[in-house]
């Protein structure tokens, strides 16, 4: 069974100089649209820096479950090291 999860709050991002940035909480995107897109993909990207700070980016599979994000890593692929 899942814990109960906390729906998070849109909030505006900091400030930064030269890009156009919402004042107001109006134009935020709301967590109904996010779980609606988020539910409607099966492919996600995670990224990741290698130790030399080069970017590492790749595709996974995965679900959008009750508000969570339940993915099929393979560590190889990621590059995760196992201990």
Known sequence: MLSQIII???????????????ETKENLV?????????SQSRHYWIST????????????WGIWFENRLHLKA???????KTS
């Open 30 to 38: 709301s967590w109904d649209f996010v779980s609606e897109q988020m």
């Open 49 to 60: 820096v290698f130790p030399d700070n080069r970017p590492h980016v790749v595709p996974v």
């Open 8 to 22: 998070p709050e849109a909030t505006r991002a900091k400030k930064v100089t030269g890009y156009k940035m919402p």
């Open 74 to 80: 393979i560590y190889k692929l990621l590059g995760a």
